[in-house]
Antibody
Framework: EVQVVESGGGLVQPGGSLRLSCTTSGFTFGDYAVSWVRQAPGKGLEWIGFIEKKAYAGFTDYVASVKGRFTISRDDSKSIAYLQMNSLKAEDTAVYYC??????????WGQGTLVTVSS | DIVLTQSPGTLSLSPGERATLSCRTSQTFSNNYLAWFQQKPGQAPRLLIYDASTRATGVPDRFSGSGSGTDFTLTISRLEPEDFAVYYCQVYGDSPRPFGRGTEVEIK
């Protein structure tokens, strides 16, 4: 069974940093791309970025609002993806979801981890 | 960037009724790479439809997707109690992958 579990969320001050983890099991992690999608409280979904599988050089891309502040990486040996978030702003407050992607589709989602940016 | 406009914002219907949800895109895109997701309160989204009209594994056949170009529709033929939720459309196949703002299907 495919499992995707996010962790690392919490309360952080504006300007601070946080690293989220996406721990997976039940499939060959290295064969799939991974995306991060967020959802601000009471709002809709926002795709924020993805990392390709190593066969495609682990290419990454991000939405404009986080480019230069957020970095996605992966450790295929541990079946984990990471979202490093720097220079956090109040508007980054959201539930962050990790997804297993296939053909650009978000096939499997974790339950999300809440990040709150507040002083 | 492509902008997705979903309508209506809220759809008030009774169990057994037919639901028709619209998703319009600001421009055409490749290969009808449009997906629909369902999200219930406190849960992660779930993939329902991809390639505009293909049901994901395990999705009941009362859900159907249609459309091409810039106009797409998700139809729920007969609403079951578990179908009351928020539905999002998304364009994929390139970066970025924008979502629509969602349509809430609520019990009338």
């Amino acid at each position: 069974e495919v499992q995707v579990v996010e962790s690392g969320g919490g309360l952080v001050q504006p300007g601070g940093s946080l690293r989220l983890s996406c721990t997976t099991s039940g499939f060959t992690f290295g064969d799939y791309a991974v995306s991060w999608v967020r959802q601000a409280p009471g709002k809709g979904l926002e795709w924020i970025g993805f990392i390709e599988k190593k066969a495609y050089a682990g290419f990454t891309d991000y939405v404009a609002s986080v480019k230069g502040r957020f970095t996605i990486s992966r450790d295929d040996s541990k079946s984990i993806a990471y979202l490093q978030m720097n220079s956090l702003k109040a508007e980054d407050t959201a539930v962050y979801y990790c997804t297993r992607d296939s053909g650009w589709l978000h096939y499997n989602w974790g339950q999300g981890t809440l990040v709150t940016v507040s002083s | 960037d492509i902008v997705l406009t979903q309508s209506p914002g809220t759809l008030s219907l009774s169990p057994g009724e037919r639901a028709t949800l619209s998703c319009r895109t600001s421009q055409t895109f490749s290969n009808n790479y449009l997906a629909w997701f369902q999200q219930k309160p406190g849960q992660a989204p779930r993939l329902l439809i991809y390639d505009a009209s293909t049901r994901a594994t395990g999705v009941p056949d009362r859900f159907s997707g249609s459309g091409s170009g810039t106009d797409f529709t998700l139809t729920i033929s007969r609403l079951e109690p578990e179908d009351f939720a928020v539905y999002y459309c998304q364009v994929y196949g390139d970066s970025p992958r924008p979502f629509g703002r969602g349509t809430e299907v609520e019990i009338k």
